[in-house]
């Protein structure tokens, strides 16, 4: 539902001139009606896990799936000049540049992972689905042309 929604969201505010400083919680809101994280974060674990070996990991586990393709899709939406997206939005809401809040959003998103993992380890289950899917995610948008990685000559 979510989803639907925020398509129509999104055709609306193309070109609007979005007012962060008065609506700081507005990139976090668009960010995760976008997103699918909260199907991903829960179908990631087996269904024969108990749910309170790994429910508590889901607040920050969506945080980490939704901002991870922000991280990567960054560089792609930079250069096609689109600034309705989480990291431009941050930017704007706390006054900093783009790459700072890149950075910010990168360690963010890495302390989300290390405390997910902290939670997880004493079920070696629920851990390793995690760090297997955490593992996939992200060698998934790294390899992806999507994301127009490999214009970057690392």
């Known amino acids: 539902m979510d989803y639907l929604t925020s398509t129509i969201i999104d055709s609306v505010i193309e070109g609007m001139e979005i007012q962060t400083s008065m609506a700081p919680g507005f990139p976090q809101f668009t960010r995760r009606m976008t997103g699918i994280s909260r199907a991903y974060a829960i179908m990631v674990f087996p269904p024969e896990l108990d749910l309170t070996s790994w429910i508590q990991v889901a607040p920050d586990f969506m945080h980490y799936i939704d901002h991870v393709n922000d991280l990567f899709s960054f560089f792609k939406e930079e250069v096609s000049g689109e600034t309705l997206n ?4 941050s930017a704007e809401v706390h006054g900093i540049t783009k790459i700072e809040a890149l950075r910010k959003l990168a360690s963010e998103t890495a302390q989300c992972y290390e405390r997910g993992s902290g939670l997880l380890r004493a079920s070696p289950d629920a851990w390793n689905a995690y760090r297997s899917f955490c ?9 992806s ?9 690392l």
């Not at 989480?86 to 939005?89: D, G, I, K, L």
């Not at 042309?145 to 000559?153: C, E, F, G, P």
């Open 86 to 89: 989480f990291v431009s939005m």
């Open 135 to 143: 593992v996939g995610y992200v060698g998934f948008h790294a390899l």
């Open 145 to 153: 042309v999507r994301y127009k990685l490999d214009q970057l000559k």
